[in-house]
């Protein structure tokens, strides 16, 4: 499993919260928004920035773009810029779950505690984010508490059962916790949702895995 810890979206700390919301925009925007999210799930960078691009010279503030571009950013280890559109969403909505979780993220490697505080007092107020279960996973990941994260990446997965990354690290954390059997079932049912649902993980780590922990 150590090997595997790269390989879990813990490694994007900008990218754990996730990125994409649906909302009621126009049709042609909507069309756009949806059109980029695919390209996204292809992995077709380039086409989903393209996308997001174009939905923002018509709605500058537009949440779902922003958070799009971000997560390319953070694909391409462009930090910063990843930092600057998480905060131009919070201009906009100080409380949104996707872009704080991002951050904190971001900015918490190198203060854990105060990033784990941060994240429990957004859990308070909002008990059902995914994205904030995520990235308290990540963050328990990164420290080696198996235990906690595990917890917490079953919580995100709980509230977004059909996210591949949510699910593919809770088999990480069912792996560093040796319990084999349960954590190649979750190997399973992350490669089966990142057929339909584009995952960050690596597919051929996790079927590599599978193999190791056959009995």
């Given at each position: 499993?150590?090997?595997?810890?790269?390989?879990?979206?813990?490694?994007?700390?900008?990218?754990?919260?996730?990125?994409?919301?649906?909302?009621?925009r126009?049709?042609?925007?909507?069309?756009?928004?949806?059109?980029?999210?695919?390209?996204?799930?292809?992995?077709?960078?380039d086409?989903?920035?393209s996308?997001?691009?174009?939905?923002?010279?018509?709605d500058?503030?537009?949440?779902?773009?922003?958070?799009g571009?971000?997560?390319?950013a953070?694909?391409?280890?462009?930090f910063?810029?990843?930092?600057?559109?998480y905060?131009?969403?919070l201009?906009?909505?100080?409380?949104?779950?996707?872009?704080?979780?991002?951050?904190?993220?971001l900015?918490?490697?190198n203060?854990?505690?105060s990033?784990?505080s941060r994240?429990?007092?957004?859990l308070?107020?909002?008990?059902?984010?995914?994205v904030?279960?995520?990235a308290l996973?990540?963050?328990?990941?990164?420290?080696?508490?198996?235990?906690?994260?595990?917890q917490?990446?079953?919580?995100?997965?709980?509230?977004?059962?059909?996210?591949?990354?949510?699910?593919?690290?809770?088999?990480?954390?069912?792996d560093?916790?040796?319990?084999?059997?349960?954590?190649?079932?979750?190997?399973?049912?992350?490669?089966?949702?990142a057929?339909?649902?584009?995952?960050?993980?690596?597919?051929?780590?996790?079927?590599?895995?599978?193999?190791?922990?056959?009995?």
């Amino acid at each position: 499993p150590e090997r595997l810890r790269s390989s879990t979206a813990s490694s994007l700390p900008g990218e754990t919260a996730g990125v994409f919301r649906t909302g009621n925009r126009r049709a042609i925007q909507n069309q756009t928004l949806n059109q980029a999210y695919e390209a996204w799930q292809a992995n077709k960078l380039d086409d989903a920035q393209s996308g997001y691009e174009e939905v923002l010279r018509s709605d500058a503030r537009n949440p779902d773009a922003l958070l799009g571009l971000a997560a390319i950013a953070i694909r391409r280890s462009q930090f910063e810029r990843a930092q600057d559109l998480y905060l131009r969403v919070l201009e906009s909505d100080p409380s949104d779950a996707t872009a704080q979780a991002a951050l904190i993220n971001l900015r918490g490697q190198n203060d854990t505690g105060s990033s784990e505080s941060r994240l429990k007092i957004l859990l308070a107020s909002q008990p059902d984010s995914a994205v904030l279960h995520f990235a308290l996973g990540n963050l328990y990941a990164r420290q080696g508490r198996w235990r906690e994260a595990q917890q917490a990446y079953f919580q995100a997965y709980a509230a977004d059962p059909d996210n591949a990354d949510y699910i593919f690290n809770v088999a990480v954390s069912l792996d560093h916790l040796r319990q084999s059997k349960l954590a190649a079932q979750y190997y399973r049912m992350a490669l089966s949702a990142a057929a339909t649902r584009h995952g960050t993980f690596d597919p051929q780590a996790a079927e590599q895995r599978i193999l190791e922990l056959q009995p």
